[in-house]
């Protein structure tokens, strides 16, 4: 059963950092690639950062370099490094896992197991 939990959000003032966790199970991690969506309230799901099976990343043009994606295949775990936050940033985040046959992506049509999410808010 494949399982993906995340985990590190939480309330922040602008300016600040967070460091979201997710912890993979019940599939064979090295062979999917990774990413992390957020969705704000009234908006739709967008692609935050995606990261291939051996780390080649892709980011939204939008953070201009404000975030880092990053995996740990020994431990199952993607992490998104979060700085310079805005309350724009505000939302739930979820992580994915697509099959091989993709280096990365920012499209959620192309992931095949999503987390249930974890809530950043950003106050200014």
């Known amino acids: 059963q494949v399982q993906l939990v995340e985990s590190g959000g939480g309330s922040v003032q602008a300016g600040g950092s967070l460091r979201l966790f997710c912890a993979a199970s019940?599939?064979?991690?090295?062979?999917?690639?990774m990413a992390w969506f957020r969705q704000a309230p009234g908006k739709e799901r967008e692609g935050v950062a995606s990261?291939?099976?051996?780390?080649?990343?892709t980011y939204a043009s939008s953070l201009k370099g404000r975030f880092t994606i990053s995996r740990a295949n020994a431990k199952n775990t993607l992490y998104l490094q979060m700085n310079s936050l805005n309350p724009e940033d505000t939302g739930m985040y979820y992580c994915?896992?697509?099959?091989?046959?993709?280096?990365?992506?920012?499209?959620?049509?192309?992931?095949?197991?999503w987390g249930q999410g974890t809530q950043v808010t950003v106050s200014s």
């Open positions: 994915a896992a697509g099959r091989a046959g993709r280096l990365t992506s920012l499209r959620a049509a192309d992931y095949n197991y």
């Open positions: 019940g599939y064979t991690f090295t062979n999917y690639y």
């Open positions: 990261i291939s099976t051996y780390g080649i990343t």
